[in-house]
């Protein structure tokens, strides 16, 4: 009984020792015999106790290595602190194995030194420009070198770039004097579009201002020019009715001379008017030329109705 449970006990050891579950996305190096026999993929793998062993187990997801923190020297003399973190994988599990002692730091370090190398050829104010360059340069380094070591290095970032204390306060100074610079810019514009905006408007307001007179003119020129017209028809108008008033008037005398008596009351009428513009001259104290034959209104009756006929007669 003791010995079928020691051949149980020797029998899981070995099953354990023989049969290997390989996770995905790894890949196990095997040695037989102290000498690299193959790589295990993922799943189930048997390995032969004692002949063969696990020496390496690589992990195939991408990786994220953090580069330390280093001081690089910039190309005016600048120091800056500078940090980043590479992004790697394993292509080739073997080389990885044996390609470096330590592939993870030699990456880390070729890291720094090509960073150094490459931010000592820019100026300070460059290194924040040009970010992108300095990573793709770095990457084109790692991964040129990493090709032996079995890795191929994907990418590099820089995290932080920390110039010293006073260059920070320089640059903070620098900004907001860029900034006022900029705001007294930008209130100086609007003062001039102010006043540009202001001008304008005067001057839009003095055009509208004369055109609107040079209406009102026209207007006004206009009315006048009608009531003028107006005027001038209104008195014709009133000329014509007049003359034709006065001409039916002298017709209605001519007819009614024409009748019996008619002369007679013709030289009465022209009697009383002579004797009652004489009656006015003695109620005024006006100078006056009188004819020398004032006194003979007989007379002066019958030179009016000659008159007065020989007009009929024409």
């Not at 992004?87 to 599990?93: A, C, K, R």
């Not at 070591?149 to 306060?169: A, M, N, Q, S």
């Not at 320089?170 to 900034?179: G, H, S, V």
Request: net charge neutral.
């Amino acid at each position: 009984m003791p010995f079928a449970l020691a051949l149980l006990f020797v029998a899981l050891v070995f099953a354990v020792k023989t049969l290997k579950i390989v996770p995905q996305q790894h890949a196990w190096v095997r040695e037989r015999l102290g000498r690299f026999h193959d790589v295990l993929e993922p799943g189930l793998r048997i390995v032969i106790p004692f002949i063969d062993r696990i020496a390496y187990k690589h992990n195939l997801k991408e990786i994220p290595l953090d580069v330390p923190s280093q001081i690089c020297i910039t190309r005016d003399n600048t120091q800056l602190q500078v940090d980043g973190i590479i992004y790697f994988q394993i292509t080739d599990p073997r080389l990885a194995s044996y390609g470096s002692s330590d592939y993870i730091l030699a990456i880390t370090q070729l890291a720094q030194t090509t960073l150094r190398s490459v931010i000592g050829k820019l100026e300070m104010d460059k290194t924040f420009e040009e970010r992108d360059d300095i990573n793709r340069a770095v990457v084109l380094a790692l991964d040129e070198a990493a090709t032996n070591w079995g890795v191929k290095v994907l990418r590099y970032e820089i995290k932080d770039l920390t110039p010293p204390k006073e260059i920070l306060h320089a640059m903070q100074q620098q900004i907001t004097a860029e900034r006022e610079k900029r705001a007294r810019i930008a209130q100086s514009e609007g003062v001039r579009q102010e006043q540009i905006n202001l001008a304008n408007g005067q001057r839009e307001a003095a055009i509208q201002k004369s055109e609107g007179d040079k209406q009102a003119a026209i207007n006004q020129s206009e009315g006048q020019k009608q009531a003028a017209i107006n005027r001038a028809m209104g008195e014709a108008e009133a000329l014509r009715l007049v003359a034709h008033a006065n001409s039916e008037a002298i017709a209605a005398v001519a007819a009614a001379i024409q009748h019996q008596g008619g002369s007679d009351a013709v030289n009465l009428k022209v009697a009383e008017q002579y004797v009652a513009a004489f009656a006015n001259l003695a109620k005024t104290n006006n100078t006056i030329l009188l004819p020398a034959n004032v006194g003979d209104a007989a007379g002066l009756v019958a030179t009016a109705m000659s008159i007065v006929k020989s007009g009929q007669k024409a």
